[in-house]
């Protein structure tokens, strides 16, 4: 069964880090590009940043209001994706999840139950 | 605000066919790119709902369609039945942004 489990969410502060992971399984990571997509309170989706396969480059792209702030790797020997948020401010504050996307103008064919961040004081 | 546009509620009766529109620009449905629908139900992950404009992912019901048509493209729902109520987003690429792009999303209620 493919599947996506992402963990790591939490409360933490603004100006702070936090760093969430995805856990792959029942599919060839290795081949996979992924994305994560996030979800504010009572809001819609909204794109993050996607990673292509490291035999494809292994180069992101980030949604342009988030670039510099957040990063996304991978490492295909534990068939993990994180998502590296720094200087994180309350307006982060979202469901963040974890998707399968074989390429930027693709769909999003799988995805993980999510996880949440909070950003407060 | 977004950059695919979606009206925020649409609703029916069981039984009765119901569209969703999502109206884009030149820079992304316009130029051609894919649009993909995802249903949300309350309190889970998104599912892929429609690939590539118009195809079904196995297990979808053919009762769900997608078309689209210039800078627009529409997820039409035959049939409609109570477990369809739920939020459906739409998503393509944009050439200007040089990123994926999702509309807000509509949120189907069932009569």
């Known amino acids: 069964e493919v599947q996506l489990v992402e963990s790591g969410g939490g409360l933490v502060k603004p100006g702070g880090s936090l760093r969430v992971s995805c856990a792959a399984s029942g599919f060839t990571f290795s081949n996979a590009w992924m994305s994560w997509v996030r979800q504010g309170p009572g809001k819609g989706l909204e794109w993050v940043g996607r990673i292509k396969s490291i035999g494809d480059g292994g180069t992101t792209d980030y949604a342009a209001p988030l670039k510099g702030r957040f990063s996304i790797s991978r490492d295909d020997s534990i068939n993990t994706l994180y998502l590296q948020m720094n200087s994180l401010r309350t307006e982060d504050t979202a469901v963040y999840y974890c998707?399968?996307?074989?390429?930027?103008?693709?769909?999003?064919?799988?995805w993980g139950q999510g996880t949440t961040v909070t950003v407060s004081s | 605000q977004s950059v695919l546009t979606q009206p925020p509620s649409v609703s029916g009766a069981p039984g009765q066919r119901v569209t969703i529109s999502c109206t884009g620009s030149n820079s992304n449905i316009g130029a051609g790119y894919d649009v993909h629908w995802y249903q949300q139900l309350p309190g889970t992950a998104p599912k892929l709902l429609i690939s590539g404009n118009s195809n079904r992912p196995s297990g979808v019901p053919d009762r769900f369609s997608g078309s689209n048509s210039g800078t627009s493209a529409s997820l039409a729902i035959t049939g409609l039945e109570a477990q369809d109520e739920a939020d459906y987003y739409c998503q393509s690429y944009d050439s200007s942004l040089s990123g994926v792009v999702f509309g807000g999303g509509t949120k189907l209620t069932v009569l």
């Open positions: 998707t399968t996307q074989p390429g930027i103008l693709r769909e999003m064919d799988v």
